[in-house]
């Protein structure tokens, strides 16, 4: 059983700044990928940000330049440094964890349940 529990969300002005964390917990032998995602409204869940296990970090165009996807591996976290919001960054934000859970399964996908980011004056 593998727990990701998210913190971080809340309200804040265009413009403005936020940063999300989200922490693995259970039975975790390794973790390779981690990102988060969001949904809006009415919308499909969309990539935000992924950082593999040796670093490496992909965004999705609309956050390039204003978000920063980090990890801390010692403590199976990862962060998102949300910079120069806008409305339209308005979502729930899930984070996801490629996880295997002992060194003979494949890995899993577990997700968070979302904390809400509202960008607005």
């Known amino acids: 059983q593998v727990q990701l529990v998210e913190s971080g969300g809340g309200l804040v002005q265009p413009g403005g700044s936020l940063r999300l964390s989200c922490a693995a917990s259970?039975?975790?032998?390794?973790?390779?990928?981690m990102g988060w995602y969001r949904q809006a409204p009415g919308k499909p869940r969309e990539l935000v940000a992924t950082i593999t296990s040796g670093g490496i970090t992909n965004y999705s165009d609309s956050v390039k330049g204003r978000f920063t996807i980090s990890r801390d591996s010692a403590k199976n976290t990862v962060y998102l440094q949300m910079n120069s919001l806008k409305p339209e960054d308005t979502a729930v934000y899930y984070c996801?964890?490629?996880?295997?859970?002992?060194?003979?399964?494949?890995?899993?996908?577990?997700w968070g349940q979302g904390t809400q980011v509202t960008v607005s004056s």
């Open positions: 259970g039975s975790i032998f390794r973790i390779n990928a």
């Open positions: 996801n964890a490629q996880v295997k859970v002992n060194a003979y399964y494949p890995e899993y996908d577990y």
